[in-house]
């Protein structure tokens, strides 16, 4: 920072001069101040609203593993009725042994097992359907959190770019200039014949 002072016409510089330029330096030192605690506020803020999506990214994320938990457990349980007709299966291979013996009951048991078996097959069916709804939706699901996920990301990401950006071109030169300036002047008072 440049400053001329008038001499006096003792030697040194003239006094309001000097005082001047102090009052000068300090106002702008104060408006470099609140405009720097005004652009650190600004990028405070931002921070928070980028912590804010964050955290609901990471509630979305949760929300899908306890869905991927719920289709994982419906799928157990298809397996396990899977097992169970299985057995209901073999019960009826079994029942069938005996009823060669029974001729006159042969179209009874026919009837009950041709019943059983067209209701485990409706069940089975329908059990099949709605897994196959249940995968739809899922992947459906899948894909637009996905997209979705990916938007928020590139907009944090671009965010984030402009905050670091803004702090890495911060201009503290001034302060440098203001400092030095400083210790010139504490310098000429240290001197045993000061020329202020």
């Known amino acids: 920072m440049d400053a001329s002072f008038k001499t006096c016409m003792f030697g040194g510089f003239d006094r309001q001069?000097?005082?001047?330029?102090i009052e000068k330096t300090a106002e702008e030192h104060r408006v470099e101040t609140e405009t720097l605690r005004a652009e650190n506020e600004q990028l405070r803020r931002e921070r928070d609203a980028a912590v804010a999506e964050n955290e609901a990214l990471r509630c979305l994320t949760e929300e899908d593993a306890r869905l991927q938990e719920d289709n994982n457990r419906l799928q157990r349980r298809v397996e396990e009725l899977q097992g169970k007709l299985a057995e209901?299966?073999?019960?009826?291979d079994t029942?069938?042994?005996?009823?060669?013996?029974?001729?006159?009951?042969k179209e009874h048991i026919a009837d009950i097992e041709i019943?059983?078996?067209?209701r485990t097959e409706e069940f089975r069916a329908r059990a099949m359907e709605r897994l196959g709804q249940c995968i739809a939706q899922q992947r459906l699901w899948?894909?637009?959190?996905?997209?979705t996920y990916l938007t928020m990301n590139a907009a944090l990401s671009q965010q984030l770019r402009a905050a670091q950006e803004e702090v890495d071109n911060a201009d503290f030169t001034a302060f440098d200039d203001m400092i030095g300036e400083l210790q010139r002047l504490e310098d000429e008072l240290k001197r045993p014949d000061p020329q202020i």
Request: glycine fraction near 6%; proline fraction near 3%; charge should be positive.
């Open 17 to 21: 001069d000097v005082v001047a330029f």
């Open 88 to 92: 209901v299966q073999a019960e009826n």
């Open 95 to 105: 029942l069938r042994g005996p009823a060669g013996e029974y001729q006159s009951l």
């Open 115 to 118: 019943s059983a078996h067209r």
């Open 142 to 147: 899948c894909s637009q959190r996905r997209s």
